[in-house]
């Protein structure tokens, strides 16, 4: 179901997040089937967004996330942060985005045998692209590659330097990458497959220094991409590809075969 959200005073980060997070498929069959939770005023909102096609809850979802740094129905905000609030109020997105990942140091003393493991979870994937259009398996390559830490110095045998590496210890069904730069871009594929695991590109959201909007499509591939620009929607067809050296998120959602 493809539907517009007015801008109200700059809202279309809020829009651009919400678009994307409506072309997940767990989404809408919760609010299809009017599966919000009653006390839960941020997910009430969000299944009347849904089922009135836009028309009415986009008032009492300002009301639910506004805060000094989102100043939703007020002011310009950023997509990211709003995705992290939402994560936090709905477990069920949660527990869709969240994956576990493990920080590796090692000493970088051969004859030393330290190393400590830390286990983290994380809602999203932050990639840091070293130019314009680098692809994003070599981005995310990057970011799991150890790094030298020369000023750290080992516990046990007290030599200087060590080896730090970020490993995936788990894949999400929604699996979320952040740009984190404004200077640099990411070349991504509508399919990718990381360590065995099948995603398809369900939505990108993009930003251009003034304004966000976003490409989605439905589950399975092969959905017409939409473009959610506030209340524009242009279909572009299933063969459409929308690389756009503007994206700041990426949604991939995990293709069960």
């Not at 989102?70 to 709905?90: N, Q, R, T, V, Y």
């Not at 070599?138 to 000023?151: E, L, R, T, Y």
């Not at 730069?181 to 990718?192: F, G, I, K």
């Not at 990108?204 to 473009?227: A, L, Q, S």
């Amino acid at each position: 179901m493809s539907f517009g959200l007015r801008n109200q005073r700059g809202s279309c980060w809020v829009n651009a997040t919400l678009q994307a997070i409506f072309r997940i498929p767990d989404v809408q069959t919760r609010y299809t089937a009017e599966a919000a939770i009653e006390t839960s005023p941020v997910d009430v909102s969000l299944q009347e967004i849904w089922s009135s096609r836009g028309e009415e809850g986009l008032k009492p979802f300002y009301d639910c996330v506004r805060t000094a740094v989102m100043p939703a129905g007020e002011g310009i905000g950023d997509s990211h942060e709003l995705l992290e609030f939402l994560c936090d109020k709905l477990p069920f997105l949660d527990k869709l985005c969240r994956f576990k990942v493990a920080n590796v140091v090692k000493c970088s003393n051969p004859s030393c045998d330290y190393k400590d493991t830390k286990i983290d979870s994380l809602i999203e994937f932050s990639i840091s692209p070293s130019g314009k259009k680098q692809s994003l398996t070599d981005c995310v390559a990057q970011a799991v590659s150890p790094s030298v830490i020369p000023d750290w110095t080992c516990e046990k045998c007290k030599h200087k330097g060590c080896t730090k590496q970020l490993l995936m210890s788990t894949f999400p069904q929604v699996f979320v990458f952040h740009t984190t730069s404004l200077n640099t871009s990411a070349s991504y594929m509508t399919l990718l497959i990381l360590n065995g695991q099948k995603y398809a590109l369900s939505a990108v959201v993009c930003f251009n220094g003034g304004h966000w909007w976003t490409y989605g499509r439905g589950m399975p591939p092969g959905k017409d991409w939409v473009e959610y620009d506030d209340s524009n929607l242009r279909n572009h067809g299933p063969n459409h590809f929308p690389l756009s050296d503007t994206m700041r998120l990426l949604f991939y959602y995990r293709i069960n075969e």
